[in-house]
C-alpha cells in the first residue's frame, strides 16, 4: 500500500473515542502503516449537552503525551507514532487555541471546523431554515474567518465536513457552486506554507467522495498546493486506514505526486 501513514486518528483521550491507544497501533502494524499521527480533540468552549458535558472536548494533553510516550518506545522500530492534536477553530477561542498550540511540542495540528455560530453541524438545528447552498457557505465562511484570526495550524481538516450532515444529502453539494470562498480558503493556505487533508472517514460512510470533494483537492493542486496529509480520521482500531487505495487514486488524478507527513511541525513528502 503505497500510503502508509494515517495523520489523522482518536483514541480514549478524544470524547467521542473508547479506543485504547494500543490497540490503535497495533492495527495500524496489521495494516503495514510506517507513521501514524494521534489527532485528539480540542475543542474548547464546545457547549454542555446531556451527552457531552462542559470540558468533555477538551483532551488533558498531559496524559494524553504521557501514554503516547510509552508506546512510542515501546513500538519504536516498528512504526513512527507522533504526537499531534485536532483543535477546533472558532473565533471566540481563538486566544485559548493560541495558547494550547504553544504548550506542548507537538508533531502535527489539525485546523477543524466543527462549531459554526456555536452549532455542531451534526445538530439538525445548525440546517433548520437554511437552504444547502446558504449552510455550506455558512461553514466555508467559518473556516476562512477562523483562519485570518489562527495561523497556528498545520493543515485544514476535513474541508467540507458539513456535507456529511446536510440533510438533503451529497447530490445536493456541488464545490463549483461555493468556488469563490473555497479559493479563498485555499490561496491563504498556500501563501502560510500550510496544507489540507484529505480526510476517507466520508467513504467509509457511503459518500462518493471524502472531505474534501475531489474536485477541491484538484483546485488546491492547480493553485500551486503541495502539502496533502491523509487521514481516516478513525475512532475504533477497525478503521484505522480505511479506503486509503481510493484516496491514492483521487490523489494521483488531481495530480499529486507525494502526500505529507509531520514531525516536530515539519512537512515530509512520501511519494505516491
Known amino acids: 500500500m503505497p500510503i502508509q501513514a494515517d495523520f489523522h486518528m482518536h483514541s480514549h483521550h478524544s470524547a467521542d473515542s ?20 494521534f489527532t485528539e480533540h ?33 513500538y519504536d522500530r516498528q512504526l513512527e507514532v507522533r ?72 493543515v485544514i481538516g476535513h474541508m467540507d465536513y458539513v456535507v456529511r450532515t446536510l440533510p438533503q444529502g451529497e447530490s445536493a453539494y456541488k464545490p463549483s457552486d461555493h468556488m469563490d470562498l473555497i479559493e479563498e480558503i485555499l490561496n491563504i493556505v498556500i501563501e502560510r506554507e500550510k496544507g489540507i487533508e484529505l480526510n476517507t472517514s466520508a467513504l467509509l460512510k457511503g459518500f ?3 472531505n474534501p470533494h475531489r474536485d477541491i483537492i484538484k483546485r488546491y493542486k492547480e493553485l500551486g498546493g503541495e502539502i496533502i496529509t491523509v487521514g481516516s480520521d478513525a475512532h475504533k482500531p477497525e478503521r484505522i486506514a480505511t479506503h486509503f487505495d481510493v484516496a491514492e487514486e483521487i490523489l494521483k488524478d488531481c495530480g499529486f505526486k507525494y502526500y505529507a507527513t509531520y514531525e516536530n511541525r515539519v512537512a515530509f513528502q512520501h511519494k505516491l
Open 18 to 37: 473508547q479506543a485504547a491507544m494500543e490497540d490503535m497501533i497495533k492495527s495500524a502494524l496489521d495494516k503495514g502503516l510506517k507513521h501514524i499521527c
Open 42 to 74: 480540542m475543542d474548547h468552549n464546545y457547549p454542555p449537552t446531556e451527552e457531552y458535558p462542559g470540558g468533555a472536548w477538551e483532551c488533558n494533553v498531559d496524559s494524553y503525551l504521557y501514554e503516547l510516550l510509552g508506546y512510542r518506545a515501546k
Open 208 to 210: 462518493s467522495n471524502p
Open 83 to 154: 504526537f499531534g492534536l485536532e483543535i477546533g477553530m472558532q473565533e471566540t477561542v481563538v486566544r485559548e487555541n493560541a495558547i494550547t498550540a504553544r504548550e506542548h511540542e507537538f508533531d502535527f495540528i489539525i485546523g477543524s471546523i466543527h462549531l459554526v455560530n456555536g452549532m455542531d453541524t451534526y445538530w439538525p438545528e445548525f440546517f433548520e431554515g437554511k437552504v444547502p447552498k446558504q449552510a455550506i457557505d455558512e461553514y466555508l465562511q467559518a473556516i476562512l474567518n477562523n483562519i485570518k484570526k489562527f495561523e497556528n495550524f498545520d
